[in-house]
């Protein structure tokens, strides 16, 4: 491991203070950013803020879409089932008068 690691610090070290140097004004902003810095927060946090309550109304809007789809759906599959209900008690009625005409038939 030292063996590596002596090796690594001899290949970077003519590079370093350009690593250095290029990555520094990332991580440290300038006196002038600095003091604008908590506007530039504030700004971002308020659009933040603005993004997510616009994705909230959205969210809530296709909730309720979809619920009022989902209660359609479900009247639609009421009236289709009281429909089959129908044609059910029909239909055992009529097997109910054939078997009644084929036990007479029977007996005559």
Not at 35 to 53: F, M, N, S, T, Y
Not at 77 to 95: H, S, V, Y
Request: proline share 4%; charged share 20%; no cysteine.
């Amino acid at each position: 491991m030292s063996l590596f690691s002596s090796a690594a610090v001899r290949a970077l070290a003519p590079h370093l203070m350009d690593l250095v140097k290029g990555v520094l004004p990332l991580f440290t902003p300038e006196k002038e950013a600095a003091e604008a810095l908590p506007e530039k927060v504030d700004d971002v946090q308020q659009r933040q803020i603005g993004e997510l309550q616009q994705a909230a109304t959205m969210q809530a809007k296709a909730l309720q879409e979809l619920a009022e789809r989902s209660e359609a759906s479900m009247r639609a599959l009421e009236a289709e089932l009281a429909a089959q209900k129908r044609m059910t008690m029909g239909a055992l009625a009529l097997a109910v008068v054939a078997a009644l005409l084929a036990l007479w038939a029977g007996l005559h």
